[in-house]
């Protein structure tokens, strides 16, 4: 009986210390990345329906020092020169395989025209020249599982790249098929918007 006991408690335990998918990646809130403005949005009060994947078009980072400094001089853009209120996406994934946190969950965002009520990620790099490194790729996998964990994206949410919303090339080719071969990739639904129906309307 005093092993059955010990077991059980072992087990507790260890299941007590278990929290999933949040606890697979290394997060960099705001404070840690030395933002300089934090005007955090409105709250989502249902859970977020899809994701949008994007890249910046730029060389990656591979440290927490680059990659902040990455995140840093984006929020400049974002807030002096685009005028947005905050943030415009709501993470950044470095080459380090770090999240860089940016508007967080439950946050409205400025980054995929039409669906800013839906969750924006961005990969730091160019994926039109090169693949994303496999950490990359883990660690988005990781907090997207986190996001449905904690219900702050919908149990059976989707994955998009920007490009299947919008005129644009948008996570970068070698992304866009990487992201493509998801179990949570739903390009069809918003088959009808594309850019050449874009470009008829304007
Ligand atoms: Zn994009």
Redesign the pocket.
């Known amino acids: 009986m005093k092993y059955l006991f010990q077991f059980l408690l072992c087990t507790s335990i260890i299941h007590l210390n278990y929290a999933g998918s949040c606890d697979e990646f290394e997060s960099v809130t705001r404070h840690q990345w030395k933002s300089k403005v934090f005007r955090p949005r409105a709250q989502m009060v249902l859970a977020a329906e899809n994701v ?4 910046s078009k730029e060389k990656t980072c591979w440290n927490l020092e680059e990659c902040s400094e990455r995140a840093r001089l984006l929020e400049y853009r974002h807030i002096k020169l685009y005028r947005f209120l905050d943030f415009g996406y709501n993470f950044m994934i470095g080459g380090d395989g770090r999240v860089y946190e940016g508007r967080g969950w439950k946050r409205f965002g400025a ?2 025209t039409g669906f800013n009520y839906d969750i ?1 990620i ?1 990969f730091l790099g160019n994926f039109d020249d090169y693949r994303p490194p496999k950490r990359m790729i883990e660690t988005a996998k990781s907090l997207l599982e986190c996001g449905r964990e904690r219900g702050v994206l919908q149990p059976g949410y989707s994955v998009y ?3 299947d919303v ?1 005129c ?1 090339s ?2 970068g080719r070698y992304l866009y098929s990487e992201i493509t071969r998801w179990r949570q990739y739903a390009r069809a639904k918003y088959l009808a918007i594309n850019c050449y129906a874009q470009y008829r309307i304007y």
């Open positions: 949008f994947i994007h890249h980054h995929t924006g961005l790249g920007h490009r919008g644009t948008c996570p």
